[in-house]
């Protein structure tokens, strides 16, 4: 259950980005927070507690990363990261370091918005039905461990139900290869990128409409995987 | 330095005037003092007394005086004491048998004291070169700079052979101003085999220079020829060993510099690398900022013309693409594409592409048919992004709205092909080469300008990654790219 107006730090040494982001999580329902650096975010996370933050890991001087492992050992904060860089690095050490979902600037404000949802919607505590979860026609019993298709249940193997469940768990937002590898098959084969291939094709396979184009178990590419929701707030602009 | 030098070869001893008087000297002696014993010495006795300047001469002067030592030490055995004494007769054949063993015993102690003294000689002499080697060793070590250890070495070699030193590289003999075709032949003979050829050597003794390996240095393998004009042998032979080990150890240490030249190198490259990937980065972030902050705006802008607000937001989607296209080729063409390559299911990878195309692709129905069956390739999945976005994008400009653009992907003979199919106008007179070259388009081209940057990355990243692209018409109309993934093993 979201609180209304949920606060959503905002760092990003661009007085332009911030502005701009922070109208557009208002309009959203958001309450904004600016910080210019990652010294006045902690500052701020310290004092104030916000529900999410929005950090641009351009900051001079891994800033950006530092200010991620820090916010995260205190607290279950919902962190996005921006990146101006098109390479899958960053991205890939923010979200090892405890960040929730990423955006590639330029991005599309919406996006932004739909993936904080999905980060704070993690973030918040479980209810009743928390143990089962809808994504259209398929549907998962985390206390049953079992998975539902049209009504009817779909066989998998226990890593391929395995992968699904992580993949539910943390669902709209996009969980790096390693980190799955490691969740369903173990540390040791935290580089076996083969094995996650195998099983996601398998799932698409029973899962999905048209397992060509998924349109449930969506890839990053060089950063992972993500189980797509349709989002649960509509934006205040139309999308061509 | 004289303890650079190499050590001296001091004569052998030759029988001289004053040796010579010193052997009379000590048989003289012997034979006084065997004449004062006679009555109680026997003459086997004798002889062993005679034997005595032998040793000494043999032991001090070598093989030449002991010998004469010995035939005076026999001349006087047989006149003073053996009947007939005074004269050089000899009466009895038991005597006569005393005198022969004398002279053979004499003879085996001279051989026996000169190689003694021949021996001692030697050993003195191997402590020297050791002494040399190692304190030759220990310079090499000293010099990081391989043109400066060759002349260091050079150097060393011209003193201790006595002749002139030259290095060859191995690769230039045909072309390196040598002596004779023989030399040629010569140096090519001792690089071939490691071993000594040339003037003074066993082999191809006709050359006028003599020809040792060096061993490698500087990536090029090494000769060193030594001449000393007319004299029959420029290494003398007891140098010979010496000069060989001087050689193997002057290679080690050549290939050693050679390496931590190289391994200095390298540093240097890698960290203008490092320089130049930061820059990029930097750059890429400075052009993105401002399209971020564009985005945005474009993002909370309410307006009722959506029309030129979704023209706008795709407009900047296509400078990000454009930038992303200039990144990467700036990085190849330096050679910086750090390539990772992983099992990729290209469903996940055409799914990407089409969902980062979603906005531009809305004239254009999409078709997509992959193989349920198809087998992983192994790929950097960054780039193949790029590449497949480049390649969708290039479809759309270049078919009319409203014509389907396909992708598929089919095992082909156990390798795979994705390919790309528009019902544009084709590629028309352009060669499929010419294509993927930077800066080029096909025909019809000035309906939707562009560079030409777009398929260049494709063609770069398939170069860096082997994969095969093509590029060819489609019946009836319209042009079908394709990437070849070779079969994984």
Same mark, same amino acid.
């Given at each position: 259950m979201l609180n209304n107006g949920p606060r959503v730090l905002i760092v990003d040494d661009e007085m332009q980005i911030r502005r701009l982001v922070a109208l557009s999580l208002q309009r959203g329902g958001f309450e904004p927070i600016e910080a210019a650096s990652a010294q006045a975010a902690a500052a701020i996370a310290l004092g104030q507690s916000p529900d999410a933050a929005l950090i641009?890991?351009?900051?001079?001087?891994r800033d950006g990363l530092e200010l991620i492992a820090m916010l995260r050992r205190r607290s279950d904060i919902a962190i996005i990261v921006l990146s101006a860089r098109d390479g899958t690095d960053d991205k890939v050490a923010a979200l090892d370091l405890g960040a929730d979902d990423y955006v590639t600037k330029p991005f599309d404000t919406d996006e932004l918005l739909a993936r904080l949802r999905s980060a704070l919607r993690r973030r918040a505590p479980h209810d009743a039905a928390g143990s089962r979860q809808r994504f259209g026609d398929v549907a998962i019993d985390h206390d049953r461990r079992l998975v539902e298709r049209d009504g009817r249940e779909v066989h998998l193997t226990p890593k391929e139900y395995a992968l699904f469940a992580e993949l539910a768990r943390h669902a709209g937002k996009v969980i790096t290869h390693a980190q799955l590898l490691r969740t369903v098959?173990?540390?040791?084969?935290?580089?076996?990128i083969e094995y996650l291939r195998v099983a996601t094709r398998a799932l698409r396979l029973k899962l999905e409409a048209d397992p060509a184009r998924p349109a449930l178990i969506r890839n990053e590419p060089g950063v992972g995987y993500r189980l797509s929701v349709a989002s649960a707030g509509s934006s205040s602009d139309e999308s061509p | 330095m004289a303890q650079e030098d190499y050590p001296e070869q001091t004569a052998a001893p030759t029988l001289g005037r004053w040796s010579f008087a010193a052997a009379v000297a000590l048989v003289a002696i012997a034979t006084g003092i065997g004449l004062l014993l006679t009555p109680w010495l026997s003459l086997a006795s004798l002889g062993f007394l005679s034997l005595l300047p032998v040793i000494v001469m043999a032991d001090r002067g070598g093989l030449s005086n002991g010998l004469a030592a010995a035939a005076l030490g026999a001349l006087s055995l047989n006149f003073f004491f053996i009947p007939p004494i005074f004269t050089l007769a000899v009466a009895r054949p038991d005597n006569a048998v005393t005198l022969a063993v004398f002279v053979g015993v004499a003879m085996a102690v001279s051989s026996l004291a000169d190689r003694r003294r021949l021996q001692a000689a030697q050993s003195e002499r191997a402590a020297a070169e050791n002494a040399l080697l190692a304190s030759l060793s220990q310079q090499l070590a000293r010099i990081a700079d391989p043109a400066e250890l060759r002349e260091f070495l050079r150097s060393r070699l011209v003193r201790w052979s006595g002749s002139e030193v030259r290095f060859l590289a191995a690769a230039d003999l045909d072309t390196a101003?040598?002596?004779s075709p023989m030399d040629v032949a010569a140096a090519r003979w001792a690089h071939a085999h490691g071993e000594a050829a040339g003037?003074? =050597? +066993?082999?191809?003794? /006709? +050359?006028d220079a003599l020809y040792l390996p060096l061993g490698a240095g500087g990536g090029e393998h090494v000769i060193a020829q030594f001449w000393n004009g007319d004299?029959?042998?420029?290494?003398?032979a007891e140098r010979l060993g010496f000069i060989r080990q001087v050689l193997d150890r002057g290679g080690d240490a050549l290939q050693r510099a050679d390496l931590m030249a190289r391994q200095a190198t390298l540093d240097e490259q890698r960290r203008h690398d490092v320089l130049r990937e930061t820059l990029l980065n930097s750059i890429g972030h400075d052009l993105r900022t401002p399209l971020a902050t564009i985005r945005a705006a474009l993002g909370t802008i309410r307006s009722d013309d959506r029309e030129a607000l979704a023209g706008a937001k795709l407009e900047v989607d296509r400078l990000d693409r454009m930038i992303a296209n200039v990144l990467d080729l700036a990085r190849l063409r330096a050679d910086g594409a750090r390539i990772e390559r992983v099992p990729v299911d290209l469903t996940d990878v055409v799914d990407a592409a089409i969902d980062a195309m979603s906005g531009t692709l809305t004239a254009h129905p999409l078709s997509v048919d992959i193989d349920p069956e198809l087998p992983l390739v192994l790929a950097d999945a960054r780039m193949l992004h790029h590449m497949l976005i480049n390649l969708i994008d290039n479809a759309r400009k270049y078919s009319p709205a409203g014509s389907p653009i396909a992708i598929a992907a089919r095992d082909d003979d156990g390798e795979v092909l994705l390919s790309i199919t528009d019902r =544009?106008?084709?590629? /028309? +007179? +352009?060669d499929a080469n010419e294509l993927f070259a930077a800066f080029r388009r096909g025909t019809d081209s000035d309906r939707t300008p562009g560079s030409g940057l777009g398929l260049a990355v494709v063609a770069g990243f398939a170069d860096a990654m082997s994969l095969t692209i093509g590029a060819a018409d489609d019946s009836p109309s319209g042009a079908v790219f394709t990437i070849r993934f070779p079969a994984r093993c």
């Open positions: 641009d890991l351009g900051l001079p001087d098959w173990g540390p040791a084969h935290e580089r076996d | 101003i040598l002596l003037k003074g =050597g +066993a082999v191809m003794p /006709g +050359a004299v029959a042998a420029p290494i003398p =544009g106008p084709g590629l /028309g +007179a +352009a």
